[in-house]
């Protein structure tokens, strides 16, 4: 009885093992598919666009540990890329949960940054162009 007690105990762990890496792999598709979804809502809108006009830069982003970035042209437009960017100009490192608060804006991504709930390592004033683009995207 006591071997077949400890056996069901470690399957009921191994699932609670899988179930907890199917969702965290979730969230950060998610965290992911926020950073794609804010590229396509600037290609989107021509007052963004205007606005990014001329500003060449490739933001690097870290999502629990993923990483993508976004390249803008000199255009205003931007491409989504998976993946690590070979030089970023910055790179913003965060969780799901501040990307997603950020990009829906439940969260000011300065006072964010200014809390510690996210990094930037790179050209940290080149983030700043990115702020109110964010604050002109809320829904």
Same mark, same amino acid.
């Given at each position: 009885?006591?071997?077949? &007690?400890? #056996?069901? +105990?470690?399957?009921?762990?191994?699932?609670?093992?899988?179930?907890?890496?199917?969702? $965290?792999?979730?969230?950060?598709? =998610?965290?992911?598919?926020?950073?794609?979804?804010?590229?396509?809502?600037?290609?989107?809108?021509?007052?963004?666009?205007?606005?990014? +006009?001329?500003?060449?830069?490739?933001?690097? !982003?870290?999502? &629990?540990?993923?990483?993508? #970035?976004?390249?803008?042209?000199? &255009?205003?437009?931007?491409?989504?890329?998976?993946? /690590?960017?070979?030089?970023?100009?910055?790179? =913003? $490192?965060?969780?799901?949960?501040?990307?997603?608060?950020?990009?829906?804006?439940?969260?000011?991504?300065?006072?964010? !940054?200014?809390? /510690?709930? #996210?990094? $930037?390592?790179?050209?940290?004033?080149?983030?700043?162009?990115?702020?109110? $683009?964010?604050?002109?995207?809320?829904?």
């Amino acid at each position: 009885m006591l071997i077949e &007690d400890s #056996y069901q +105990k470690f399957l009921l762990e191994e699932i609670v093992k899988v179930l907890f890496l199917r969702i $965290i792999t979730k969230a950060i598709k =998610m965290g992911i598919e926020k950073i794609k979804d804010f590229c396509e809502a600037i290609n989107s809108r021509d007052d963004v666009k205007a606005k990014l +006009k001329n500003w060449t830069k490739v933001a690097g !982003y870290n999502v &629990d540990g993923e990483d993508c #970035y976004i390249s803008h042209n000199a &255009d205003g437009t931007c491409e989504f890329h998976e993946g /690590k960017p070979e030089k970023a100009s910055f790179t =913003m $490192i965060g969780t799901t949960e501040i990307f997603e608060k950020m990009f829906t804006g439940e969260e000011d991504a300065q006072k964010a !940054y200014f809390a /510690k709930k #996210y990094k $930037i390592e790179g050209d940290v004033m080149g983030t700043m162009k990115l702020i109110p $683009i964010i604050k002109m995207m809320k829904p």
